[in-house]
């Protein structure tokens, strides 16, 4: 890993062993992306690639009067001058005009990585990465850029990010701040976006990329489950096992935009960052405003070598403190099993039996607060109701730790019921314009935390029932879309920051909380995976997935999920059948089949099930303890799309290749087919491996495949709905 700065040519060379990324200085001062892709040696000059020579019928530089930068391949292009394509930014001076030009001044380059301040970020120790960062000045505008370049030792990745600073005395407002820009050569590609809603989240679809502007985007306030902010730019032959491909993930949980513009020169402009749409941001003398961080990833062998890079680089590199690298605790959550219709006693009486079943840690979910009985009221009221919690959080905590079980609770700090004492006491604290109608989502206003006073009171209340009680862990919800987005604490003309500043407000209550408790395990969920995003996961290494708990339709999403996160990160359930969301009935096997991938926990109550199936939630928890170190932190393979065909199937393997664990499932049946074949990834070729007491060799089972019939002894026949099996291959 390196970066070399080429003084004569003026160019920037970040490269490790598998990537290189070639910057130039323009002669008109810009940034010109000279190339991204595989590893290529170093030169003293790439500019022989930089072709200038077109027929621009405008010239940024009277001198060279060929020279326009539409014909040009820009790092962070501004708007103005002669690219006629999509800006990274805009910047709007006293004097009205949004016309800038940000020449390069100086650089830095040092080992390491800076932390974005108020933000969540990659990071990085003194040998696990490098950082270029470029100055670049606007006399005029009186203001500078930074442009950040990290690149990682082990990981074909480069982290950037963008930071503007007014150095003048006047005022100027950012209209528009992305964080990156790559121009790609050519426009060959399609983009994959992780599209959805509500129960149906981050489902991979595909468009060709052409000339125009293919874009996915979120203005809900929260990165939201209908355009997850990832997204992969390949080759159109790419699939999971070969082919070229860039990923783009966004650190940031709220408004965002990611977009790739084709111009009529072939050019492909991919642009990620806050939404410019509803964003503002005033910058004053001497201030300074960063953008949000955006990882982007290559790969030359496929989308599942690229989908493994951010495991490991977010498992290693995002995910912090006690829970990081660590298997996580097998949960039994009551929110299915109840609602909000519990009392201690019936919470006492599901923890013992999940105690029995093996279950480690028990979650308190919604209803536990205020007068919430239903979700017409209680939110913000964040003191136990003692109808149902006697002697408190604290108590029920004792009485579960008693059983030999941690215990956390369910949140959602960031609303508020207008039947509610806080919004009795401070209606001016939620987002609402006045005078105008505010629409309600699940019956509840979302508090404005771009105010401070609004965030420390929640800490507080919050801080007093946590510190009072054995908490292990904390379920962090948020359940409905911003709306009426309007501050009573902002002045007018600061009211395009309220957004970004919200989102500031809910990291830096996270930050507070994470301080004070370090040692708890924070869980986001946003309505399920509404939120699901890598800036959630700096602050909450896991997330709740989604609301749609049934195993068929967990498949696909726990597969879109898997391109851009780590399995670990997932949070995933068993639950009761018929199933709440699809009405679906499958067996209790296939249910953990699915939920093993992912952090595994039961979402019932297990008085409610048979013996017989008890008895199987016994060894399924006891498969999971053995195993789940593997299963969250190995080598995760995607062998089978549920998007192609009626079978799925999935594996992980250990860094040394000497275990793994296959799942396959039949989502629907096929009568009168062969069974087929299912060929596995990652294993070492040459070693003699045991699956089901026979033995194969490494490029037996990865060439030729296994037989989908071996399992049919187990009790699996092809001609049947919901069927699955989870198998482990052992290196002999
Ligand atoms: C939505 C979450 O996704 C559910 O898991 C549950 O916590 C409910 N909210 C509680 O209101």
Redesign the pocket.
Known sequence: MNIIWNKTSRQFHLYNDQISYIIAVAPSGELSNIYFGKRIRERDDFSYVIFRNGMPNIAVDADTESYSMELNRQEYPSFGTTDFGASAFEVEQSNGSRVSSFVYKSHSIFPGKRAITGLPATYAAEDEAKTLEVELVDEQAQMTLLLSYTIFEKYPVVARHAEFKNTGSTKVKLTKALSCCIDLPDQDYEMVQFAGAWARERIPEVRKLTGGTTSIESKRGVSSANFNPFMIIKRPNTDDFAGDAFGFSFVYSGNFLAAAEGNTYGRLRILMGINPERFTWVLKEGETFETPEVVIAYTSTGLNSLSQTYHRLYNNNLVRGKWKNKPRPILNNN?EATFMDFTEDSILKIAAKAKEAGVELFVL??GWFGERND?FAGLGDWVENPAKLPQGMAGLARKIEAMGLKFGF?IEPEMVNPNSNLFRRHPEWVLAVPGRKSSLGRHQLVLDFSREEVVDYIYNMLYKVINGASISYI?W?M?RPLTEVFSNGCPAQEQGMVYHKYILGVYSLYSRLIEAFPDILFES?S??GNRFDAGMLYYAPQA?CS?NTDAIDRLRIQYGSSYGYPIVSIGSHVSAVPNQQTGRTTSIATRANVAYFGTFGYELDLNEISDKEFDEVKSQIEFMKEHRELIQYGDFYRLRSPFETDQTAWMVVSEDRKRAIVGFYCMRSNVNTLPGFLKLAGLDPDTLYRMEGKEYYGDELMNMGITLSEFYKKGFTISEDFASFVTVIDAI
């Open positions: 929110w979910d919604d979700d369910w379920k919800d359940n969920c309505s399920g709740w609301d």
